[in-house]
């Protein structure tokens, strides 16, 4: 999302009631508006809460400020009440009702009676510690910030109420028949003073009370008495003290008020209107609604730093500083500022041409200027020196000796300690052809080894001074950074060495015999084009960057040699734009020549630091749909697309900071960035602990950041129910086969026992029969006859148990699956029984059968079961006809087999009743098929045997193998 557009604003007009020739004294702000997010809407009201954040107050509604975004909170119009604390409750007047903000939401204070509490803004305030007071007709209460509420004692006494303004503590500033009192919660009151009517009052930490009156004119209190100064101001808005100084809001700008009672308007009539309310954040910046004038948010970095305008005919190109006032070179010649009763005034100094002053040890400004040198103390003209030629001097400095190195366009010029007749020692630069009078400016220096460096554009030489000034022959060391690169500027780091300020190149260090690059281990941004250095206090060194000043003093315990002691930015009231030079004020407080302005940053200022500020997460969405922060965040596998928007809740220097952020406390972190938001996509499954950190300048990273925890989700094949289901449904199917192939054996093993009973009921006793049988034969008392019937009844054996090895191999066959073969492979053995005619045999079985598929033990069994059946028939009925038949009975099939032999009581064993060996076989074999097997006479004579079965029926045995 967009970073805040910045606006460096700078006023221009003259003090509303300034007097003399005093510069306009113009402040650095930024302007929030429609162009960075706020809206085309009035501020009503500005205050910060605990966390840092700034909530504005106006009439579409009630908005909160992380330094990036504007986020808004309610639609309803929002006035925030007047509030003198930093970390205390957020209250406000929605629609005449008072809410307090609560979890980022507007809430209704409630009554005693549950009721929405309705109040003025002119009769409720907020106190220093967070309490809320408000006065109606009956009487003044006072909400804790724990909730809470307590009734002020004996309020008759405060009579009329007029205004309320938020006190020391948790006290209130009340105005009541003339008076201004001074009331605690417990309802203890003390007079202030007698005052005409305040409406916005301030007690000052060194003592006494500020008030804005309604008539618009600044009263101040002290000791009980009580003086107006100033003229009137226009109609009162707010006043709040920042550092030691007071500031306040009339509907006609901004105005800083003096401990010396003295007043000063801020910015231009027009441009910096005075708003409703004001605010000093944590970081003592201060904002300032717009008000009626228009929509808008001032906010002022640092109300202490001064910078001058000039007027278009001044292009200041260095200072120095004498006496505590500075001088400053122009393209066209000099002028200085020196203080005056409402500020610094500008006065120009009779010089021409390009001069740039240079000090002496004595205390004396030198300008070359139209054939002469003029010499300066303070204010005034000391020497006046003829020298023919001269127009113009350039950067010149200091020699070690107290004396002064002047370097001008007719040569260079030495002006010896104490003397005061500037001598020539050079009359054109070291190395030819480059003439002097070229427009080439010249800078000079010494160091404090004697060396005399001498430059010109990026030419540099450097030789003894003592020579230099002796006029005698010097040997110059010459050096050069490349066409288009010149030098601007040259300064000596005490325990260091000689630095020099290269355009396009950066800094540099000199180490005897040639220029090496200085390294930057402090700096976040690589070295700008535009560049300069100058001398610091106490042997320090400043390099002038783009909107950064950065102050180095030696320590030969780093790798880079030196260390970064102090820095200026913003937050101090740099404007942004390029720093030409720089001088010390001898009380703390620095001058700075930009191009065509001038800086004073007072001491105050130039000490401001910035507090820590926290971090904050505000806003994090999956797939573009935003999501609860105080809900654990997890993202499924399919839709991991998170975006993280940070805050740090620092409201300068916003240009220069950095974000950086690692998934995890053990990985490494990932490169900054200029915008706190962080987007990831297709990240793998897993749990991730964010860590996030800020920088204001990406170089130093203050712990702790702010820590984030969320998880991404495992695929579905991956989760843990699926995973339990997966696991169950192998462990299932595992059993399922196992048990399959336990199965498969049991079958096969019922199967082979019953083929092996079946061959020892079958053929193991028929061979046994033919075996003795064979005997009997054999045996030579056997007579012939009786041989011969052994022999049949042999015979008549092998072919039975012929034909039941054939039936055995048939079932086991695996096109024996269908009814129809089973149909008929009944009827073939019955033509192999019948087949010579006794009896015969009959099939009404058609030929075509329905496609039935039958199992493997009922076929088995109904085979078996006609089969005996049929050898019933045979040997026992005396039948002359046999008939079968199968039909369907639904799902069911019948067979049938009738004769027309005896019947059930005409037959011989085996055949009578039920109590038969062949019989009682048939119906375990019907049994075990859930067969329904029946014997019965048949009409007309001999017997009908039926069997219903079902061909696919599940068997007794089957069920056992499957459990």
Known sequence: MPHPLRRLAIGCALLAFQVGEAAAHDRVYELYDWRNGLGNETVLGVAQDAEGFIWIGTTSGLLRFDGSEFKRVSRRSSELLPDRSATGPIYLMQDGELAVVRDGVPVPVLDAHGEPMSASRTFAAVSADGSLWFVSAAGAQCLRPDGARARVADVSTLGECRAV???????????????????????????????????????????????????????????????????T????????????????????GLYRIGSDDSIERIGA?????????????????????????????????????????????????????????????????????????????????????????????AGRVWIASNDSFTAWSSAQRVVTAPAAGVRDNFRGARARDGGLWLPTNAGLFRVDAGADQPRRVLSEFPEPPVAVESTSRWHVFESSAGDLFVAQDERVCCGSADDVARGGAVAWRRSSFGPGMPLTAL????????????TNRGFFHWDGARWIALPFAGVAQPVPRGCALAAGEDGTVWLLLEQELMRIRANAQLSAGYEVVE???????????????????????????????????????????TPPWRMQLVEASVDGRAVDLGAPIELPYSRNRLQLRFAALSYTERSSMRFRLRLHPDEPWEPALAEPVFRFVDLPSGRYDVEAQSSADGVHWPEPGVSLGFAVLRPWYLQSWFVALALVALAGAAFGLHRLRVGALLRLERQRARIAMDLHDEIGAGLGGIGLLAELAARPATAPERRVELAGRVAEISARLSGSLQDIVWSLRPGATRLESLAAHIVERGHVLCADGKPEFV?????????????????????????????NVRRHAAAARVRVRLEPLGRRWRLSIADDGVGLRGATTGASGASGLGLDSMRQRARRIRAELAWRDADGGGTLVTLVFDPTADTSADAEERR
């Open 165 to 231: 303004s938020p006190g020391p503590g948790a006290a209130l500033y009340a105005w009541s028949g003339g008076t201004l009192l001074c009331v605690e919660p417990s309802g203890e009151r003390r007079a202030v003073a007698r005052m005409r009517e305040p409406a916005r009052v301030l007690e000052r930490a060194a003592g006494g009370v500020v008030a804005l009156d309604w008539d618009g004119v600044v009263v101040c209190v002290d000791a009980g008495v009580e003086r107006v100064i100033g003229p």
């Open 491 to 502: 300064a000596e780091l005490r325990g260091f060495g000689v630095l020099a300020a290269v």
């Open 269 to 361: 009539i027009g441009e910096i209107p005075g708003g409703p309310a004001l605010l000093v954040d944590r970081e003592s910046n201060v904002w300032m609604p717009n008000g009626p004038a228009g929509a808008g948010l001032f906010m002022f970095p640092e109300l202490d730093t001064v910078q001058l305008s000039l007027g278009r005919d001044k292009f200041p190109r260095s200072v120095v500083v004498v006496d505590g006032a500075p001088w400053f070179g122009a393209w066209w010649g000099a002028f200085r500022a020196a203080p005056g009763p409402h500020g610094w005034q500008v006065v120009d100094v009779d010089a021409a041409g390009w001069s740039l002053p240079v000090s002496d040890a």
């Open 567 to 609: 820095r200026l930015s913003p937050r101090q009231g740099l404007p942004g734009t390029r720093i030409g030079d720089i001088a010390a004020d001898g009380a703390g407080g620095l001058w700075l020549v930009l191009q065509s302005s001038v800086v004073h940053l007072p001491a105050a200022a130039r000490a401001r630091t």
């Open 233 to 252: 101001l226009g109609r009162p808005c707010d006043i709040v003290e920042r550092g030691g100084t007071t500031w306040a809001s009339f509907d006609t």
């Open 843 to 871: 099939s009404e079985i058609p030929e075509r059968l329905a496609d039935v598929a039958i199992s493997l033990h009922v076929r088995r069994d109904v085979l078996l079961i006609a089969q005996e059946a049929l050898h």
